[in-house]
């Protein structure tokens, strides 16, 4: 099965900073790559899919690239209320793995 | 507009089957399949399996091959996660989601599922 690994596991930034998150295939699965949002004790939220197209409502701060085995999620500049974890999903073929996740705190 | 309500808490004993429900309303079941998807305390998403809300067919992870059945009732717009031999390492929220192209683009709200002697 094809792995899926994100990085790095958690990191603190300020208010309005760049924020770039990565998740790396073990395998390639061409832009077959969902992003989801998780706010503690909510269910996740799906923001972008094949890879870079924003799920309808989602602020346009979010960006998603990459294709093959590399992916990114960049929240362009940090708000309180994009605290949270994100994981990265393939959805090539099953099973439709998540990444470990990447928890993002405020500093 | 889309909702997926998930049947209450449950405390299992090791041993015990589990069952979980899914009601969807505000789209036309068929047209979408459901997945699966389970979170252990402090951990992250495992999926766990798919079923299609048009004929049924199923897709199970392999690690719980055997041990899990998905189903679904279109007259009432539910499917159904059964669990079987439930062990403490399956303590967990318990998630429905509507797959649409293999997206998950709504979500139950969750279901805790504790497994203790």
């Known amino acids: 099965d094809i792995q899926m690994t994100q990085s790095p596991s958690s990191l603190s930034a300020s208010v309005g900073d760049r924020v770039t998150l990565t998740c790396r295939a073990s395998?390639?699965?061409?832009?077959?790559l969902a992003w989801y949002q998780q706010k503690p004790g909510k269910a996740p939220k799906l923001l972008i899919y094949?890879?870079?197209t924003l799920q309808s409502g989602v602020p346009s701060r979010f960006s998603g690239s990459g294709s093959g085995t590399d992916f990114t999620l960049t929240i362009s500049s940090l708000q309180p209320e994009d605290v949270a974890t994100y994981y990265c999903q393939k959805y090539n073929s099953a099973p439709w793995t998540f990444g470990q996740g990447t928890k993002v705190e405020i500093k | 507009q889309v909702q997926l309500v998930q049947s209450g808490a449950e405390v299992k004993k090791p041993g015990a089957s589990l069952k979980v429900s899914c009601k969807a309303s505000g789209y036309t079941f068929t047209s979408y399949g459901i997945s699966w998807v389970r979170q252990a305390p402090g951990q992250g998403l495992e999926w766990m399996g798919w079923i299609s809300g048009y004929n049924g067919n199923t897709n199970y992870a392999q690690k719980l091959q055997g041990r899990v059945t998905m189903t679904t009732d279109t007259s009432t717009s539910t499917a159904y996660m059964e669990l079987r031999s439930l062990r403490s390492d399956d303590t967990a929220v318990y998630y429905c989601?509507?797959?649409?192209?293999?997206?998950?683009?709504?979500w139950g709200q969750g279901t805790l599922v504790t497994v203790s002697s």
């Open positions: 395998q390639g699965i061409s832009n077959s």
């Open positions: 094949a890879a870079s």
């Open positions: 989601a509507r797959e649409g192209q293999w997206l998950f683009d709504n």
